[in-house]
């Protein structure tokens, strides 16, 4: 059954709900990298490749529509496909100024994987899924029938990408730049404070990638880091500025006008089964 949003009753349950939500996105842009394509990889290609798998021999302009994209974005990520190998183009039979879109054998085979990693990514992460559709006090809504992998993926894709980008809006004057960046405001807003080996464990970066983060937030004026424990002094403690706290806030505040659909995208993840093909 689908659910309905009640809406979050405190700004605990939300901010909880928004580091699940990210924590949840993270692992999930993880699988899009391994699988798919390549650390390039981000909403707007998984849907599009999703929708040109869909759709064999497409338009530009179909795809245009389709996922809402302007016809600038899509010839720019084609481009970028076929530099890379998973798509080709040909001439349209019936508009020489347009052409076909179609996916390579290497794509094909990159989207099966895809597919069957994201199905038991979901399945694997459903106890965060509920404690992320509770805490948003989402509720059981009328019965649905059933749901594809790819109509699960453009949604959240969707609604993931429209408070991303109200976020990057807000926090840009706060020099916060990606999604590890909001990520680690949300994580220090909710524990206080880190060290750097959490962070490792949470995005799967080698501890040098997590040290430049860190670097670069430090020079907006976003978080400190202390040597404050005396048993260690080689130990760093991460801890938000006056500064990072309001850049958090300001992201949450962003996560709030979303949470409605974004936790409609993610209630449509319990009906993915392991073994998508």
């Known amino acids: 059954m689908p659910r309905e949003s009640n809406g979050p009753q405190d700004r605990a349950s939300l ?11 993270v692992g999930a842009t993880r699988v899009a990298v391994e699988t798919l394509s390549g650390p390039r990889a981000n909403n707007r290609d998984i849907e599009l490749l999703l929708a040109i798998d869909g759709h064999p021999d497409a338009t530009p302009g179909w795809l245009s529509s389709a996922t809402g994209r302007d016809p600038a974005v899509i010839s720019r990520s084609l481009r970028r496909f076929e530099d890379d190998g998973l798509v080709t183009r040909r001439p349209s039979p019936a508009d020489g100024r347009s052409s076909l879109v179609r996916l390579t054998r290497k794509a094909k085979a990159r989207i099966r994987h895809f597919n069957r990693s994201l199905a038991e990514y979901m399945v694997d992460s459903s106890p965060v899924i509920k404690e992320f559709l509770d805490l948003l006090e989402v509720v059981d ?56 080996r959490d962070l490792v464990h949470e995005f799967g970066l080698p501890g040098n990638q997590v040290t430049l983060l860190l670097d670069r937030m430090a020079e907006a004026g976003l978080l400190t880091r202390d040597h404050d424990d005396p048993a260690d002094r080689r130990a760093v403690v991460v801890r938000l500025t006056a500064r ?7 992201q949450l505040d962003a996560f709030a006008r979303h949470a409605g659909s974004v936790a409609a995208a993610f209630a449509l993840t319990v009906h993915v089964s392991r073994g998508v093909s």
């Open 244 to 250: 990072g706290e309001k850049a958090a806030n300001v």
């Open 141 to 196: 809504g009328p019965a649905l029938g059933p749901v594809g992998l790819a109509e699960v993926t453009a949604v959240m894709a969707r609604a993931g990408e429209a408070y991303a980008e109200e976020a990057s809006a807000a926090l840009q004057p706060y020099g916060v730049t990606d999604e590890h960046e909001r990520f680690t405001l949300t994580l220090l807003l909710d524990r206080g404070q880190v060290r750097p």
């Open 15 to 25: 901010l909880r709900a928004l580091l699940l939500g990210e924590r949840y996105s």
